[in-house]
């Protein structure tokens, strides 16, 4: 029986960081676009960047304390290793997860800034000096941060390609897809808590918003899903063998059924249809609440399946054990 030296908790972690990035990136994107010199999206923005800096934050502490010695995890950063796609990936995840906390900060009104330092004893007036108003600076903070979403989005996949001797992992069009699913993963997470949201319930303009930037990503993700799998059955016989995991193997059912099936094409057509008359007939939009929930939805869950299927099948393949499994 195959030992999995990673198992879900490597999955989960692997899901939040992607989160993350695609939370941060969809929210700095919606600060950006604006009509008549107004903000376009600005509630999308806020939403978007108070949400961003958990999931990462989650996922690295979960996997701090699966390391055993977990109070021993600064020793990742005594030194920095250009060649180490660890030490790269430490230093990358701590600095985006600061710079969304940031990002966050300056989107709270300042009856929320007053309530936070409010819980801080009077005398640590270094942490008063905290207390300032960066909503002038959001633009700044979110130009900032897009160069570290995207590479923590593309260091998920980086993060499981870089091991040379699993050839179900070997190419980096995994780290491509995992960007993609992590950009989707954001826009649907972001519906998803805006839908849910029925203190301030969204509005059509939104709804579409989100629904045309996740129908983008999902299309993209499945233009590198489509060359993963040529690529695999045109190379040498080991990545023949390991793709051989999601076509016929242990993997098949749940990468083709529940991953592309459920988790992207499901998801896919339920927003094309919503999408479609507003686009090709002029028709006003208005979106269906209960078909954005189910969309939205979907798609986290492929995005889950997504890296648990990487991470559990590219574990049995390998070079000198393939041939045995086939």
Do not use: C
């Not at 390991?242 to 339920?270: M, Q």
């Not at 939205?296 to 492929?302: A, D």
């Amino acid at each position: 029986m195959h030992e999995f030296n990673w198992g879900l908790l490597i999955v989960v972690y692997l899901f939040l960081g992607g989160l993350s990035a695609g939370l941060f990136f969809a929210a700095g994107l919606a600060n950006y676009l604006e009509v008549d010199g107004q903000p376009a999206y600005p509630r999308i923005a806020r939403m978007g960047a108070l949400l961003a800096p958990w999931p990462v934050a989650i996922g690295s502490a979960l996997l701090i304390l699966d390391l055993g010695n977990w109070y021993r995890f600064y020793k990742l950063f005594m030194h920095f290793r250009w060649e180490s796609p660890m030490s790269i990936g430490s230093w990358l995840l701590t600095l985006f997860t600061v710079i969304a906390f940031v990002y966050a900060f300056a989107w709270l009104p300042g009856d929320w800034r007053q309530k936070l330092f409010s819980q801080v004893p009077p005398a640590w007036k270094q942490v008063h000096r905290l207390n300032v108003d960066l909503s002038a600076h959001r633009k700044t903070l979110a130009m900032i941060g897009f160069p570290f979403a995207i590479g923590v989005g593309i260091y998920t996949g980086v993060l499981l390609g870089a091991v040379s001797a699993r050839p179900f992992w070997n190419t980096n069009l995994v780290a491509q897809m995992f960007l993609f699913s992590a950009l989707s993963s954001g826009a649907a997470a972001l519906l998803l808590a805006m839908v849910l949201d029925r203190r301030n319930p969204i509005e059509a303009h939104e709804t579409k918003f989100l629904i045309t930037l996740d129908i983008v990503f999902i299309v993209l993700e499945l233009f590198i899903i489509l060359p993963y799998l040529i690529h695999g059955t045109l190379s040498v016989l080991a990545v023949k063998q390991a793709l051989w995991l999601i076509l016929g193997g242990p993997y098949t059912v749940v990468f083709w059924v529940f991953f592309l099936g459920l988790g992207l094409l499901t998801p896919l057509g339920i927003e094309v249809y919503e999408l479609a008359p507003s686009l090709l007939k002029g028709h006003t939009f208005h979106g269906s609440r209960n078909l954005a929930l189910a969309a939205s939805g979907l798609v986290l869950f492929g995005g889950f399946l997504l890296r648990y299927i990487f991470v559990y099948a590219g574990q049995v393949s390998s070079f000198h054990k393939m041939g045995m499994l086939h």
